[in-house]
């Protein structure tokens, strides 16, 4: 059974951090490319950073570029979503997503959330 499970979220003030954790389990974690997804009250869902399988290469959106970190760690099937300089405008819902393509297939699994609440 595929499982993506988030933490590390809840509230901060703004110039804070936090870091996200999201932990698989049910596939091969090594195999996947792993993202970080946001999507605020009333907004569409947005993709804020990148990693590919190996994490040896990691992308992440211009407004989250030089405040957020995505990194993971494959021998604990475990992605990470470091934020510092948090802002009231990063306020959203943080999902976790596995991606995989592979012989003409596509493999997409999403986590549950986990809520962030930037705000003084």
């Known amino acids: 059974q595929v499982q993506l499970v988030e933490s590390g979220g809840g509230l901060v003030q703004p110039g804070g951090s936090l870091r996200l954790s999201c932990a698989a389990s049910?596939?091969?974690?090594?195999?996947?490319?792993m993202n970080w997804y946001r999507q605020a009250p009333g907004k569409e869902r947005e993709l804020v950073a990148a990693i590919s399988s190996t994490g040896g290469s990691t992308n992440h959106a211009g407004s989250v570029k030089g405040r957020f970190t995505i990194s993971r760690d494959n021998a604990k099937n475990t992605v990470y979503l470091q934020m510092h300089s948090l802002k009231p405008e990063d306020t959203a819902v943080y999902y976790c997503?596995?991606?995989?393509?592979?012989?003409?297939?596509?493999?997409?699994?999403w986590g549950q959330g986990t809520q962030v609440t930037v705000s003084s």
């Open positions: 049910g596939f091969t974690f090594s195999n996947y490319a």
């Open positions: 997503n596995a991606q995989r393509l592979a012989y003409g297939n596509k493999y997409n699994y």
